[in-house]
């Protein structure tokens, strides 16, 4: 018989040897071909280069994407990832090919196939529905800032993504990645598992090579936790980075879009793009805002070295196999250089039940300033009209129910004390109490803790599993936020989180591409049916 010393030594070694060391079966599906494509894991620098020496042209680009999208997001594995998508993709991409002709670029993303999720205004011929059948046919009157930058950038903005309807922040028992609108995404590592959410179909693009980067939105967990689940890269900026005019609200305090790409370099490419202020959003107004327009001059292959970071553990000893591959990635960065310093608590209590009434505060008096600006043709013209439709319509609340919404259409206005008590209870238990206390105290760089567990098997009758987080004190905070890949479980991505003060995306992208460079995790997914056999 072994002791339990020697039982739990080996058990440890039979955990690391399988966690560690068996990954995903094959970067391509031999059955399917589905990640044939000419394009596959391709770069922006890469795609700079080809249209550069004339290897190939925007439309020929477009149109391959287009094409990928129709053989697998519709047919094939049918990912339903995309909404809608945009018919004048091939005539915009004609207009980049002139303008390269001609020796003129717009910027870094010229030519580069963007999707956006869609709960972000883009005028023209693509609804903006948030999911809802109740946005089916609602055309907004002008682009959001963020896709106005993507086009001035030169972004072919292809298609818009399927998300969890409302931002996931309308009833009870709700999946990820379901919309009235758009039905259920599936995760292309395994397509019965569940992409996380709510820019699910953001992160299933990119993970499946539908489009070169997504934008997503965050409120809490809506970037990180599908990057996390597809096996990209995700960054939730600092509240303010990024514009939120034209954006479907839920919490202006907490909410923000960013980019979701395959590598750090294209994220950082896609952020320096996004990042700016503009005169409808105030957050990116303040005095303490930070914007660069390249953040590709903070990426170092040696950025972790010489750096004091912060181990939150707090979602550890939940899932055995995610701890595997965290001790791994902490061992990893003490071989980096780095100093490790193990915390066990950030936010104060009651942080998170402060930041749930503030959602309720902000998520209707923000729903009712968003239907007024689609004008006096929108669909729906307050929650009132909004809670109405669903309760008559067939398919709405067919798997849970719109208990958000009510509430947020109950509680009151933002002028109220017990609003500003919660809002003041959130930042000072996320901020003075949280993140910046913990990072004073131990003169910490940056924070690095699990991003989240494996995709757990999508369940329309009992709604997602989330098993373990970490995103909620860099959202309840309104600070940044970078997941990238660190391991696979089986078959599945498993992420890893990098989050500090607010405006440190610099060191932050410092961090993730150093650890990036030194692990490779990036894969294509293998659109497995099932994993159970």
């Known amino acids: 018989m072994f002791t339990q010393s020697l039982k739990a030594l080996f058990v440890a ?25 000419p394009f596959l894991e391709m770069g922006i620098d890469r795609l ?64 580069v196939p963007v999707v956006l999720k869609d709960n972000i205004d883009t005028h023209g011929d693509m609804p903006t529905t948030a999911g809802s059948r109740a946005l089916a046919n609602s055309f907004p009157l002008n682009d959001s800032f963020v896709a106005g930058k993507l086009r001035e950038a030169g972004a072919v903005i292809i298609g818009k993504a399927n998300l969890s309807e409302w931002a996931n922040f309308r009833g009870e028992l709700s999946s990820s990645g379901w919309s009235g609108v758009g039905g259920q995404t599936k995760n292309p590592w395994v397509l019965d598992r569940n992409p996380c959410g709510s820019s699910s179909g953001s992160a299933v693009a990119v993970s499946a090579n539908l489009a070169m ?20 890269v995700g960054i939730k900026p600092t509240v303010g980075l990024v514009s939120r005019s034209g954006i479907v609200p839920i919490a202006w305090s907490m909410d923000i879009a960013g980019p979701m790409a395959r590598t750090v370099r294209d994220a950082a490419i896609t952020l320096g793009v996004l990042a700016g202020p503009d005169e409808e959003d105030k957050s990116t107004l303040i005095p303490e805002a930070q914007f660069y327009a390249d953040y590709t001059r903070f990426l170092d292959e040696n950025g972790i070295e010489g750096k004091r970071i912060g181990f939150f553990k707090a979602p550890m000893g939940r899932n055995f196999k995610v701890d595997s591959l965290m001790h791994r990635a902490v061992d990893f960065f003490k071989s980096r250089g ?41 669909p729906v013209k307050n929650l009132d009209e909004l809670i109405s439709f669903n309760r008559s319509d067939t398919i709405s609340l067919k798997h849970f129910n719109q208990r958000y919404l009510e509430m947020a259409n109950e509680i009151g206005d933002t002028g109220s004390s017990e609003y500003k008590d919660a809002l003041a209870d959130m930042q000072r238990g996320s901020r003075e109490e949280g993140i910046d206390r913990v990072m004073d105290k131990h003169n910490l760089d940056a924070i690095i803790s699990p991003t989240g567990s494996p ?16 995103s909620s004190p860099a959202a309840h905070a309104g600070y940044p936020n970078i997941t990238l890949p660190m391991g696979y479980i089986d078959n599945l991505p ?13 060191v932050l992208l410092e961090i993730a591409y150093a650890y990036e460079k030194g692990t490779m995790y990036r894969m294509a997914p293998l659109f497995l049916k099932t994993d159970i056999f």
């Not at 503030?358 to 729903?367: I, K, N, R, S, T």
């Open 13 to 37: 070694a039979i955990i690391a040897l399988t966690v560690t060391f068996c990954g995903p079966r094959s970067t391509d599906n031999e059955e399917t071909g589905y990640n044939r494509f």
């Open 48 to 111: 700079q280069q080809g249209y550069d020496i004339g290897e190939f042209t925007v439309t020929e680009v477009v149109n391959a994407f287009l094409q990928r999208i129709e053989e697998i997001d519709r047919n094939g594995p049918e990912l339903n990832s995309i909404i809608s998508v945009n018919r004048d993709a091939v005539k915009i991409a004609g207009e980049l090919d002139r303008e390269l002709a001609d020796g003129r670029k717009r910027g870094p993303l010229h030519g």
């Open 494 to 506: 498993v992420g890893i989180s990098i989050f500090g003060r607010a405006w440190s995306e610099p």
């Open 338 to 378: 780095a100093e490790i310093i193990e915390i066990d608590q950030i936010t104060a209590p009651n942080t998170a039940s402060s930041a749930f009434r503030v959602m309720l505060f902000e998520y209707g008096e923000g729903l009712n300033s968003y239907f007024e600006s689609l004008g006096p043709e929108a």
């Open 455 to 470: 995709a757990w098997k999508t369940d329309l009758v009992n709604g997602d599993s989330f098993q373990l987080g970490s």
């Open 213 to 232: 980067v997504a934008i997503g939105t965050e409120t809490n967990g809506s970037i990180v936790c599908p990057s996390h689940a597809t096996g990209i």
